[in-house]
C-alpha cells in the first residue's frame, strides 16, 4: 500500500548522515525489528526515528503523512487500506483530495470506515459534466430531445456542486452526503494487538554493535535520502 523512509533520528547531528531505509507497509514486528538492526536503533543509545519520505499508490496518501507518525498507526491504515475494493480507494482518494477527514493518521483511519457518508460519481471531471448527469440520469427529466442541446448543463452542474459543497477531484466527482461520521478509532489504544508493530529492538549488544558501524558506513557512501517531490500515480498507471 505504502511505503516509509524510516530514518535514525540520533545519528544524523551525530554523524551528519541520514542512516535509513524504506519500510513496506502492512508489515511485521519481525521487519521492523530487522530493520532497525540495520539503521541502527537499538533501544538503548539509538531509540528516535523519524520518516523522511513516503511513496504509495493511494493518489495523494503522502501529502497527509508527517515525519514522527506512530508505526503502529501506519501499519493498521494498511491493513484498512489494504482490505479496500478498487473503488472504495477511488473514493478515498476523491475525499482526500477534497481534504476531508486528512489532519492526521487518526482521521485518515476513521475515513476509511466512513466512506458511506460520502457520495462518489466517477468520471466527472467538470460542472457540465455534473449538469448533464444530474438532468439526465440523477433526476431522470424526460427532456425532449429538441431541447437536449439547448439546456445550460453547466450552470445547472455549477448550481449543484454549491448546493452540495461538491468537489471535483481526479477521478470524479464528491460530496459529503451528510451521513453521521462515526469515529471508531480514538487513539493508540483502539489499535488491534494484530497490527501493532512498535517497541521492538535488536536482538544482542555485539550484534547492534556492528549494524551500527556497518549503517554509518553504508549511509556516508550513500547517496541523498529522497525526499517527497513527486505526484502518485494515475489510476491508469496502477
Do not use: W
Not at 531505509?21 to 526515528?49: C, H, M, N
Amino acid at each position: 500500500m505504502f511505503e516509509a523512509y524510516v530514518t535514525n533520528l540520533g545519528m544524523y547531528p551525530e554523524y551528519g548522515v541520514e542512516v535509513g531505509e524504506y519500510l513496506k507497509f502492512p508489515t511485521t514486528a519481525e521487519e521492523v525489528r530487522a530493520l532497525f538492526s540495520r539503521i541502527g536503533i537499538d533501544g538503548i543509545r539509538y531509540q528516535e526515528y523519524f520518516i523522511t519520505n513516503y511513496e504509495s499508490d493511494v493518489l495523494g496518501l503522502y501529502d497527509h503523512l508527517g515525519e514522527y507518525e506512530s508505526l503502529d498507526e501506519l501499519n493498521y491504515l494498511a491493513h484498512l487500506l489494504e482490505e479496500m475494493t478498487p473503488d472504495e480507494l477511488e473514493k478515498l482518494e476523491a475525499v482526500m483530495d477534497a481534504g476531508e477527514y486528512t489532519g492526521s493518521v487518526k482521521d485518515l483511519i476513521n475515513l476509511t470506515q466512513n466512506l458511506d457518508c460520502f457520495e462518489f460519481y466517477t468520471g466527472v471531471k467538470d460542472e457540465e459534466d455534473l449538469g448533464r448527469m444530474y438532468l439526465l440520469e440523477v433526476d431522470a427529466l424526460q427532456i425532449p430531445e429538441y431541447l437536449v442541446d439547448y439546456i445550460d448543463y453547466e450552470a445547472y452542474g455549477r448550481d449543484v456542486r454549491i448546493n452540495e459543497g461538491g468537489h471535483f477531484a481526479p477521478g470524479g466527482y464528491v460530496f459529503n452526503n451528510q451521513g453521521k461520521f462515526v469515529e471508531h478509532y480514538t487513539g493508540l489504544d483502539d489499535i488491534p494487538d494484530e497490527y501493532r508493530i512498535s517497541n521492538v529492538h535488536a536482538r544482542d549488544e555485539k550484534t547492534e554493535t556492528r549494524s551500527i558501524l556497518a549503517a554509518i558506513k553504508q549511509f556516508q557512501e550513500a547517496p541523498p535520502v529522497p525526499h517527497k517531490d513527486k505526484a502518485g500515480p494515475s489510476h491508469e498507471e496502477r
